[in-house]
């Protein structure tokens, strides 16, 4: 089956480093993305992630391990407006988006 | 650029009526358009894929005679909700993929809050 394993929710310190980390496992790969979202918004597109390695994005960065099923995401400098839930999402042999229930970051001061 | 946009943003509605909401990509085509629910606190999921041109693929459980699903044009994907009860007030949200992009991220539109009374 296919599976996505994130914790539900951390909290961190304002202008401190967080990563969260994402295990999954699919019917095929064609690459990982990850998403924000805010309360009562949408999803928006973070990053995306096909090759092993780290993909740096300003304060945002993403790294990926095929053969261990296993990405994280690290954001820096962490600020107040980055309290939201961030969604990792594999996608399979059939393009199709693999979705979790994410997880929710708290900042505090 | 990739701007998806959903409307209407709120709807409140009486139970039984049916509301429809839009999808439109601004900028650029979208042979593939996906409908999403999400429940507060939950994740989302998925409903339906939209294709352009062809019948939508619902998910396991859907009723696809309650949630109508027409993509006319590259750019417009439409969900009816049919006969909606309030068991359908939910945060419905469209995304789409860019024909013109190698990868497959998905663009998402702002979301339809609808309240059934």
């Known amino acids: 089956g296919q599976n996505i394993d994130q914790p539900t929710e951390m909290t961190a310190t304002e202008g401190a480093i967080v990563q969260i980390n994402c295990t999954y496992q699919t019917s095929g790969f064609n690459g990982l993305f990850w998403y924000q979202q805010h309360a009562g918004e949408a999803p928006t597109f973070l990053s995306y992630n096909v090759l092993d390695g780290l993909e740096e994005k300003g304060r945002f960065s993403s790294f990926l391990s095929r053969s261990k099923g296993y990405s994280y995401l690290l954001l820096k400098e962490l600020q107040m407006k980055d309290s939201a839930s961030y969604l990792c999402?594999?996608?399979?042999?059939?393009?199709?988006?693999?979705w979790g229930a994410g997880t929710k970051l708290i900042i505090k001061p | 650029g990739a701007v998806v946009s959903q409307h209407p943003s709120w709807v409140i509605c009486k139970s039984g009526t049916s509301v429809k909401i839009e999808c439109r990509s601004l900028?650029?085509?979208?042979?593939?358009m996906f409908w999403y629910r999400q429940f507060p606190k939950q994740s989302l999921m998925l409903m339906a894929t939209s294709n352009e041109g062809s019948k939508a693929t619902y998910e396991q459980g859907v009723e696809k005679d309650k949630f109508l699903i027409n993509h006319a044009s590259l750019t417009l994907s439409t969900l009816t909700v049919t006969s909606a009860h309030p068991e359908d007030s939910s945060f419905y949200i469209c995304s789409a993929r860019d024909n013109g992009r190698e990868t497959g991220e998905l663009f998402f539109g702002e979301g339809s809050r609808l309240t059934v009374l």
């Open positions: 900028d650029f085509q979208a042979t593939t």
């Open positions: 999402a594999p996608m399979d042999s059939n393009y199709q988006l693999i």
